[in-house]
C-alpha cells in the first residue's frame, strides 16, 4: 500500500511539474526531484523513508502565499473605509464591450451581464459583495446599482 501511495506521489508531482516547466532549466529540476523521491521511495524502514522525503521537501523553496480577494458582507457607505475595497492594477473593456478588472494579486474578473448604467474608473472604490449560488456582484460605494462578475483565471 505505501509503495502505490509513494509511487502516486511521484507520478503527480513529475506531471504537476512538467505542466508548469516553461524552460528547460525547469524541466531538469523536476527530472531531478523525481528522482530523488525515487531513491526515497526504494528505502524499506519507515523513518529513515520519512526522513529522506523531509529532507527533499526541505530543500524546496518556499510555496507562493496567494491573497485572498475580499469579500463584503454588506453593502458599504459612501464615505466609509473598508478593507473589503479592491486594489485595481487595471480595467479595459473586450470586443463585446464587456469590461474586465485586473486585480494586484493577479486575479482577472470579467463582466457577465450588460450594465450600461454601472460606472467603471479607475477613480472609483470597488467591492465584491457574494450573492446567492456562489455569484459575486461588483459594486461601488453610494450607488445602488452592481453588476455581475466572474473570476476569468
Known sequence: MKRYVTSAM???TVVAGSAHASSEDDRKAYRD???????????????E???CFDEIVNTLPPAERLVETPVAESAIAENE?????L???EMWQNRRGMWLIKLENGEVWRQ????????FSMERNYYFQKGMFNAHFL??????RRVRMVRDN
Open 139 to 144: 459594486r461601488t460605494p453610494g450607488l445602488n
Open 10 to 12: 511521484v507520478l503527480l
Open 33 to 47: 526531484l523525481a528522482k530523488e523521491l525515487r531513491v526515497c521511495e526504494g528505502i524499506d524502514n519507515a523513518l
Open 49 to 51: 523513508r520519512l526522513v
Open 112 to 119: 457577465t451581464e450588460v450594465a450600461t448604467a454601472f460606472p
Open 81 to 85: 473605509e473598508s478593507e473589503a475595497f
Open 87 to 89: 486594489s485595481i492594477e
